[in-house]
């Protein structure tokens, strides 16, 4: 080769190394505080809780538009191996706090990040989730807000209340039995279920891709309604669930607001754009103050009773007065 071609060959490689450093090693660095959100899936429900979140932080003077934080947003879409990949990530990025929802995020990251703080929503309370320690306490990291069962009483009773029929009635459900709060909430269902003489069929889930096949199982039971527990596989899942039941002329019937929005006739629960909102007042405070003093986890504020106009028609159900149409 010759000299001069030699020389150029090297100038061309040497500019090559020096734009391959800025790139992977130079981070543009705005000092701006950087908001993560950890999200395990899409779904319309669950996606009203990050709208709520980011509106109470913009509402507070923060947003990506108005130029006063970053956001990074990842979704694992459903994927376990993505979500642990996508935590590792946020924790090498340390941001200024990270959102979790709904609640596989919350215990991924509070599992392997412990000096980041961890807001949560659509999340079970942290016990629930087996995540306090041995003296019953919560991870030091962990903020926004949680739920408990107490409100699985109320929603469930809502089923004899409506269909209001002079039989015994049996009711199915199917649960994601990895997920701790749907096992929780099933040992809830059974002795609510025994107390108030309803028959319980109940079987086990542990993807949305299975739950096609498992509703339609239940349904060759003669259920007389199915009631959608709260977890992962029910939200991933439920235009499937739906559509089956419908087909078999079966109402479903929940403790989730955002469920009732997408076919279920009624329900008594937490309004995830509520539950989003009151997360980002949190996160909002800590952007604000830059401490997380006076901060601590605490319980969704806002629950109210929600039917389907259109689906309670569909069914023949009466709905009484003080439940909210969607």
Known sequence: ??????????MKFFCFLLLTFALF???PKNNLPTVAFVDAFEDATIGKAKLGFFDALKKAGFSEQQKTINVLYRNAQGSDITLNQIIQYCKAQQPTLIATCPTTPTIA??????????????????DLMKLNNSNGNAPANLYGVGEDLAYIDTSFALIP?????????KVGMIYNQSEPQSVDALNRIKIIATAMNIE?????????????LVTQTLLSKNIDAFFANPDNVVFASFEVI???????KVPVFTSESGLVARGAVAAYG???YAWGYQ???????LLQTKSTTNLHWEMVKLRKKVYNETVAKQFGIAIPEGFEKM
């Open 109 to 126: 990251a509070l599992q392997n990040i412990k000096d980041i703080p961890v807001f949560m929503m659509v999340a079970p309370k942290p």
């Open 25 to 27: 090693s130079c981070k």
């Open 279 to 285: 997360a980002g007042e949190q996160a909002a405070q």
């Open 161 to 169: 209340k409506l269909l209001n029929k002079n039989k015994r009635l």
């Open 270 to 272: 937490a309004d995830m």
């Open 200 to 212: 319980l069929e109940a079987l086990p889930v542990n993807a949305s891709a299975d739950a096609q």
């Open 242 to 248: 739906i559509k089956k039941c419908n087909d078999a």
């Open 1 to 10: 080769m010759p000299p001069q071609n030699c020389k150029q060959n090297t």
